[in-house]
């Protein structure tokens, strides 16, 4: 509700010289995977490009000389939105992505005051940024949570209580858009042992498997 910060881990061990341990990883660029995808379906939810009901197509597709493909290589046919979403699967996303424009999703993620990381062979970004292919740090991303916990308005990260700017908060989508994510996220498969419909949140495997990402509310 305020954007304090009540714990942050940096690392495992602050000490071990081996393996850099000192280094603050909530400030380090990584590719964030699947956890940037609800933001794609707040998006065209808030663009009137889709609804949680909206039917899409899972099914092998091309767009150029890129080919998405699902985690698990397999296809469902066709899926709600808010079906695609919860099996986090990543063809229909790609498409909602496709429609909004991938610059376009950047800016608005850039607007709402995240730090986004593109290579730097240059040129448009393309479709891949919807399945990780960007930076970001887990500071910035889970400030876009943030703003998607609280009905689409954004607000700074303090980590001393009462800090921070008295400057309005940028809006990341409106009310209904995230409601529509925070309410499938919660409808998800729960964590192992957790009660289900307690949790709206989302998983990410960053590119090459070098990070597990799970950021929820």
């Keep these: 509700e305020t954007g304090d910060i009540r714990a ?4 495992v061990d602050y000490f071990a010289a081996e393996r850099s341990g000192s ?3 909530t400030r380090a660029l990584r590719s964030p995977g699947s956890a940037l995808k609800p ?6 939810f808030d663009n009137g490009i889709a609804h ?6 899972d099914r092998p597709a091309r767009y150029g000389i890129y080919v998405p493909e699902n985690f698990d290589m397999t296809f469902q046919g066709m899926v ?3 079906k695609a979403l919860q099996l986090s699967l990543n063809v229909p996303a790609v498409e909602l992505l496709s429609a909004l424009g991938p610059q376009r999703f950047l800016s608005r993620l850039r607007d709402a005051g995240a730090t986004i990381a593109m290579p730097k062979e240059g040129g448009a970004p393309g479709l891949a940024v919807g399945l990780g292919g960007l930076g970001i740090t887990l500071q910035d991303l889970t400030r876009l949570y943030v703003g998607l916990a609280r009905g689409g308005e954004m607000a700074p990260l303090r980590v001393r209580a009462g800090g921070g700017t008295a400057e309005p908060s940028p809006r990341l989508v409106d009310p209904v858009a995230a409601w529509y994510v925070a309410d499938t ?3 998800a498969p729960p964590p192992l042992n ?3 419909g307690r949790i709206a949140y989302k998983t990410g495997t960053s590119y090459g ?7 929820g509310f």
Excluded: H, K, N, Q
């Excluded at 949680?52 to 197509?57: G, I, Q, R, V, W």
């Design 52 to 57: 949680p009901e909206t039917m899409l197509e």
């Design 80 to 82: 709600s939105a808010r």
């Design 23 to 25: 280094l603050d990883l």
């Design 39 to 44: 933001f794609i379906y707040a998006l065209a």
């Design 185 to 187: 996220l919660l409808g």
């Design 8 to 11: 942050s881990v940096g690392g």
């Design 209 to 215: 498997y070098r990070d597990a990402w799970a950021v």
């Design 194 to 196: 957790a009660a289900p």
